[in-house]
């Protein structure tokens, strides 16, 4: 099995849970972003939920095919809530590429609890690195660049990810069931 069918098929296939936190490191940075004015709204309230109310929950279930796609596909439907309330909500494709690290991904995503107000779609790569273990996505998000390292602990059972852009952080902690 390749590194990048060892990550989805063999570590990420399955239900997950966790943590997750959303925190502006840099205000400056922030200011100087050239998000769109709804977006920086909303980041201003994702930061504000989380410096109030504390972390939020992750929900997680990857599904993942080696027969589709020249080197498989997987699919992952990811959910952030607070109190019940989505704050962020993603179905993510990733198609496998044949040299063994590549990963193009194809999310359809929406922020908050209002789903017809923040949504965004695009493709972003990612990159699976030595057996499966740890992975790096380039993701554009909030019309913003982030780039997500995620690393896999040696049981295969808990995930940490850390995004950044330069003005913020996430950090998402990863238990499966």
Not at 34 to 56: A, C, D, H, Q
Not at 147 to 169: C, M, P, R
Request: charged fraction near 20%; glycine fraction near 8%; charge should be positive.
């Amino acid at each position: 099995m390749k590194d990048n069918q060892i990550y989805y098929f063999e570590v990420g296939r399955g239900q997950w849970h966790g943590q997750y936190s959303f925190v502006i490191n840099s205000w400056k940075g922030f200011r100087k972003s050239t998000m769109p004015l709804k977006y920086k709204f909303l980041v201003i309230m994702m930061n504000l939920v989380n410096k109030i109310f504390g972390i939020s929950k992750i929900r997680s279930t990857i599904t993942a095919t080696a027969e589709m796609q020249e080197a498989g596909i997987a699919n992952n439907d990811y959910r952030v809530t607070k109190f019940g309330i989505t704050l962020f909500y993603s179905n993510e494709n990733y198609v496998l590429n044949p040299n063994g690290s590549d990963v193009l991904v194809k999310p359809h995503e929406r922020f908050g609890p209002i789903p017809f107000l923040f949504r965004e779609d695009d493709e972003y790569p990612a990159k699976i690195h030595a057996a499966g273990m740890s992975s790096t996505y380039y993701i554009k998000l909030l019309s913003d660049n982030w780039i997500g390292k995620y690393t896999v602990a040696e049981d295969k059972k808990h995930v940490k990810g850390v995004l950044y852009n330069g003005w913020a952080t996430v950090v998402e902690i990863l238990d499966k069931l």
